[in-house]
Every structure is written in structure tokens, then in C-alpha cells.
């Protein structure tokens, strides 16, 4: 594959970007006309990475240009300054780009254009396995990086310093009032990170109304009397101004009073050092000159760039493995599950948000769709995966042992207890536990299992003593938790501490060529273990597949590939391998019979063959190309059974 990463950067007084509308985005889809592409845009530029198979010559930069001032006009003059990246190059770049190292000249990580650009390309179809991937990937690299570094705990944007500045001496800047006298570059950025972060408020002081924020309210007092409309303020942010201003010691003695001495954070923005100089020393008072807030920033640069070297081994290391899993068959693979379909890449997108987290995940879905297996995926892409994964399946325990199970029991609990015994939660410490079929656990136990979740607490079955293990929890269900709360059959609040995250996965019917790729990969496998040379799936027993509807999911798949590759003679699977419910396309489970499962496999073989003779008439030749082998192995069969004619 090439892999190209074209970078368009505008000049400083340049608007931002807006993104291309789903129109103009077909239009280009139509021009670039290579496997996968994404196009994002930002303050100050764009970006687009292109995916094309190697005999495919790409657009350079120039015509790429072009191109897109061709759709969208408006972007002629901005396609300038332009950089080109290629291969490892390219994925490194964007792999940054989706994990937060990269920002744009507002301020805005890149991640949040590249997310909503993602989610559009997706539901256009311009995105496809290989962007899940790198997507997927730079959001778990992401996570990799806030839990094992130290790198985001350094802010770097001035209006990121401010806003943790203000969070350290307010506790939170939700509802806080913010003066501005006079203004300054940074104040725009300020107001984006400060009411996102919750505060309401925002008053410029100025001689002359001067277009700014919306959220901003402007009051036109000559700064002579800006000393007397400070009573309201929690911070006082001054920029530069028209003319000669000096903050006055009464006026924050004013403002002091007025609110019942609550702390007051003042910021000098401008040149003049004398501005704040009569309020520096008063109690509750936090004030700072922009140089200071510059050596913070400093300082914070040097301690991200003390551990960027670590960081960007992880982005080299990922970056080889991408290229690996492009050339292997594990393209369509994600953590020991396999698709290609829009729903399930989705699941795999979630994971990787969520694995690294201690987030409780409610998995749900149809007996049979891998519940278990997203479950493992969490586990294995967490930072427990060092520790145990247990999985409970609450439905195939005996009520009267579960909680037995569960929370452990002291030695003489009950009549038989005679020795005491760590329950599974326990045993699970420091790792994942499942709790597989939880809408089986009964009223008692849902309230147990409720107070560890809210509490962190267990106890023995017997016993005083209070615990606290640290195990993640996740659960799994095929039925609909919501309608047993309804039904009052389940605890509406375990159910809505279980469900923190829910994934639901789709049925196998409704996840399209998926099923080619799965039953491939379970050939695969099983070919391996029953030590046997059966390659792959003809085309009338490929079109089966693909057409029966799966009630039992993924395993009655599994199940289905095992018994053809038993029966299959020869390097293809044909029809007559499959299951009779595939054969005739009728909704039953496909299940071999009691008798089928007491045959061997050489009975299996024989009555197979002689199933496909009789299907053909006994004609031998249509019968070894529908079991795509060749006469003479077919003869040699037969006399082996002993047939030496039809019966």
C-alpha cells in the first residue's frame, strides 16, 4: 500500500479552515479514486492522508492542490505552505496527531477535528479497515500515554497554564466571573479554555467596543473609572491598553470586601509591570506578571521534552507493527477477534478508548456474538493485563453456592465449609473479573454486588472482616437489562452501575462478509488442528455462508467449520461439507445429531462421499469436482469403504 500524508499550512492572519461539506467530499472521493482517505481541517491548516494499492500512481501535492481548489474555491489561497510524508513517515505523524501531540494555533488538539472528520468518512464510506486501525490505535496510544507518562501533566498553551493556574487556587473556575481590562492575544484562547471548563462570566473593560469573543460582554468605561466596577471579579486579566492605567489598592480592597475576602486571581498581560504593583501584597490575593506565566510554560516544555524520547519509541514500535499487519492476513483482526463490517470496527474503536480505563463496561448481545472475547480484548489491552481475567458465568453456578463463589466464605459458614476459601472477586485482584450471564444473579446478590461497586468493598460469606480488592468489572448479558428493571426483576441501580459503558455487538446476520472473513480464520485453525490440508471454501459453499442467517452467531459458525473441515476431502470444503441447515437454508441450529457424534471420522467421510454419489446419480466425475478431488482418489476411497459398486 502507499501511504501519503499531504500537511497544507496557512498564513497567521489566515481564517480557519471549515471542513468540506459531504458533497464536496464525494466530489473529491471521485477525484483521488484510491482505497481510503481522510481530510481534516484546523486553525491555521489541513490535512489529508491517502491509502492507494502500490500499482496506483497518487496525485502529487501540486495536483492535489488543484483538486481541491477546484471543489471548494474558497481554499485556493490558502493551499500554500505545504509538507509531504510518506510511509512510516506519514503513520507516525498522524498516529501523533490522533494522540493529542499535536495542536493546532488556537490551541485545540488535532485529535477533536480528526475525530469528527473520522466519524464522516466513516458514514460516507471514504474510511475503511486501515484508518480503523491507525484510528483505533492512536486513541489507545493516547491512553498509553496519560497513564504511563507524565506528559500531558505539563501544559504547554498559555490558556491551558491559566486555566490549571486559576484550578489550583479556586478548585474549580465553574461560574467564576472574569475582568478583562484592556486586551490581549491570548484573552480569545482564554475564553474558549475557561468556559469549557465552566466558567459563565466574562466583562471587557475598553474605551472602544472591538470584536472578540461572543461570550465576552463589553463595557465602554474609560479607564479612569475602571477601578470602581471590580466588585463582581474572581479573575482580573489585564492586557494592554490606550492609555496610562494603574490598578488601585482600594479598589481590591473593594472587591475584597464585596465578596467576604474569597481569593482574587489577577494576571498582568501587558508591558507595563507597574499596573499590578499596589495589590501584590494583599492577603488572598494572586497576582503574576505574563513573564512568570511564560517560565511556567518553560518549564513545562522541558519536562514534556525530559520524556518525549520514551514516547516516541512507542509511535516507532506502532508504527512497525502497523506495517507488519498490513501485509499479513490479521488486517481484519483486532485482539483475537476478526471483522471488517462498520459495526464491529466500531467495537474495536471503543475498546481501544476504553481498555485503559477502570470503567465499568455492561457487553451485550445475542448468545454466541463473542461477548467473552471483547471482554479478554479489554482485559488484554489494559494496564491489568499482567493480572488474572476470571469469568464468571453467574447461570451455571447454583444460586445457593454463587455468592459462595463470588466473595469467598470463612471456614464453618455453612455445613461443609471447613476450611475458608477466597472468593473469585478475590482471586481476581488486581486484574478483570466477568460476570457472564448477569441477569441470572438473584435480588441478594444484586445488592452485594452493588456495594462493591459503589464501596469497593466485600465480605466473606461468615465473616466481619471488610476487604477491598481492586478488580475491574465487567459484565456480560443476551438479554435486555432495561426491560427486567422495568419488570422489577433487576436493580435499576446495579443496572446503572454496570452500564457506565455498554457495548452491544451485532448478530452475525447483520455484519455482511464478516462471514467469510470469520469462517476463514476458524479454517484456518481448525485445518491446523486436525492436521489436514483443506485450503478453502468453495464458491456454492461460500454463498451458503454467506446467505443463512446464523441464529447461533459466531459459535454455531465455529461449530459449522469444524464439522466440514472433519468431512471435507480433498483442499475444498464443498456445500455437502456444511450442516444440513445450510444445505437447505432452513433456520434450524445446524447441530450434528446424537448419531452423527458416534460415528468416527472415517464413518463421517464415508457416508459423506457416498451422500454426494448418490446426489450425482453416482456419476463419478460430477462427484469428484463436488468434492474436489480426482476420480482416482474417489476409486481409492471406495475400495477402502469396500464399495465397489453402487448399493
Not at 485556493?76 to 505545504?82: A, E, I, Q
Not at 476431502?569 to 456445500?575: D, H, T, Y
Amino acid at each position: 500500500m502507499k501511504i501519503s500524508l499531504h500537511i497544507f499550512s496557512v498564513h497567521e492572519n489566515e481564517d480557519q479552515f471549515q471542513q468540506l461539506p459531504a458533497s464536496d467530499l464525494k466530489k473529491l472521493d471521485t477525484e483521488l479514486a484510491v482505497n481510503e482517505w481522510l481530510f481534516f481541517t484546523y486553525t491555521g491548516g489541513c490535512e489529508i492522508i491517502t491509502i492507494a494499492e502500490e500499482n496506483k500512481k497518487p496525485l502529487t501535492t501540486a495536483e492535489l492542490q488543484e483538486c481541491i481548489a477546484q471543489i471548494a474555491p474558497q481554499f485556493s489561497h490558502c493551499l500554500k505552505n505545504t509538507r509531504e510524508l510518506h510511509s512510516e513517515t506519514a503513520i507516525i505523524q498522524l498516529l501523533k496527531n490522533i494522540a493529542g501531540l499535536h495542536e493546532d494555533r488556537s490551541g485545540r488538539l488535532l485529535l477533536e477535528p480528526i475525530r469528527d472528520a473520522f466519524e464522516l468518512a466513516i458514514e460516507e464510506g471514504f474510511a475503511g479497515p486501515i484508518l480503523h486501525y491507525l484510528f483505533q490505535k492512536g486513541i489507545w496510544l493516547h491512553e498509553k500515554i496519560r497513564m504511563e507518562s507524565s506528559y500531558y501533566k505539563f501544559a504547554v498553551n498559555p490558556a491551558t497554564v491559566l486555566r490549571e493556574l486559576a484550578g489550583k487556587i479556586f478548585g474549580s473556575v465553574k461560574n467564576k466571573c472574569i475582568h478583562f481590562i484592556g486586551w490581549h492575544e491570548d484573552f480569545q484562547k482564554v475564553v474558549t479554555e475557561l468556559s469549557a471548563a465552566g466558567a459563565q462570566d466574562f466583562l471587557l473593560h475598553c474605551t472602544k467596543p472591538r470584536f472578540v469573543h461572543p461570550k465576552i460582554r463589553q463595557s465602554n468605561t474609560p479607564p479612569s473609572k475602571i477601578n470602581g466596577q471590580l466588585e463582581t471579579a474572581d479573575m482580573i486579566l489585564i492586557g494592554e491598553l490606550d492609555s496610562d492605567f494603574q490598578l488601585q489598592k482600594s479598589a481590591i480592597a473593594r472587591r475584597m470586601t464585596a465578596q467576604n475576602n474569597a481569593r482574587l486571581l489577577i494576571c498582568n498581560y501587558s508591558t507595563n509591570e507597574k499596573i499590578i504593583k499596589n495589590v501584590k501584597r494583599i492577603y488572598n490575593v494572586f497576582s503574576y506578571e505574563k513573564a512568570e506565566l511564560t517560565h511556567l510554560i518553560k518549564h513545562n516544555t522541558n519536562s514534556r521534552d525530559a520524556v518525549l524520547p520514551d514516547i516516541t519509541t512507542w509511535f516507532e514500535h506502532e508504527s512497525k507493527e502497523f506495517f507488519r499487519w498490513l501485509e499479513s492476513d490479521k488486517r481484519y483482526s483486532f485482539a483475537g477477534m476478526v471483522g471488517a463490517s462498520r459495526e464491529m470496527q466500531r467495537i474495536f474503536e471503543l475498546i481501544s478508548r476504553v481498555a485503559r480505563t477502570n470503567v465499568t463496561i455492561l457487553i451485550d448481545g445475542e448468545s454466541g456474538t463473542g461477548k467473552e472475547l471483547v471482554a479478554r480484548a479489554v482485559h488484554n489491552l489494559s494496564s491489568r493485563s499482567e493480572r488474572q481475567f476470571v469469568a464468571v458465568n453467574c447461570g451455571a453456578i447454583p444460586d445457593a453456592l454463587l455468592e459462595s463463589e463470588l466473595f469467598g466464605h470463612e471456614k464453618g459458614a455453612f455445613t461443609g465449609a471447613d476450611y475458608a476459601k477466597a472468593g473469585l472477586i478475590e482471586t481476581a485482584e488486581g486484574g478483570t473479573i466477568l460476570l457472564d450471564e448477569i441477569a441470572e444473579l438473584q435480588p441478594h446478590l444484586q445488592v452485594k454486588l452493588l456495594r462493591f461497586l459503589q464501596e469497593g468493598e466485600t465480605k466473606r460469606v461468615g465473616g466481619t472482616e471488610t476487604r477491598h480488592p481492586n478488580v475491574r468489572v465487567l459484565a456480560a448479558t443476551n438479554k435486555n437489562l432495561s426491560d427486567l428493571v422495568e419488570a422489577g426483576t433487576f436493580r435499576s441501580d446495579l443496572y446503572y452501575r454496570l452500564n457506565v459503558l455498554q457495548l452491544t455487538l451485532p448478530p452475525l446476520r447483520e455484519r455482511g462478509k464478516d462471514v467469510v472473513l470469520i469462517a476463514n480464520y476458524f479454517l484456518k485453525r481448525i485445518n491446523k488442528s486436525f492436521q489436514k490440508e483443506v485450503q478453502e471454501f468453495s464458491s456454492e459453499a461460500l454463498q451458503a455462508l454467506i446467505e443463512y442467517t446464523w441464529p447461533g452467531n459466531v459459535r454455531e459458525l465455529e461449530n459449522a467449520v469444524e464439522r466440514a473441515c472433519a468431512l471435507a476431502v480433498g483442499s475444498k470444503i464443498a456445500i455437502f461439507d456444511l450442516p444440513p441447515a445450510l444445505q437447505n437454508q432452513k433456520q434450524d441450529s445446524g447441530r450434528p445429531t446424537a448419531t452423527e457424534v458416534s460415528l468416527t471420522l472415517k464413518d463421517m467421510e464415508r457416508q459423506h462421499i457416498l451422500s454426494v454419489l448418490d446426489h450425482y446419480d453416482w456419476n463419478y466425475e460430477e462427484a469428484s469436482k463436488a468434492l474436489a478431488i480426482g476420480r482416482t482418489t474417489l476409486w481409492r476411497k471406495l475400495r477402502e469403504y469396500g464399495v465397489e459398486q453402487k448399493p
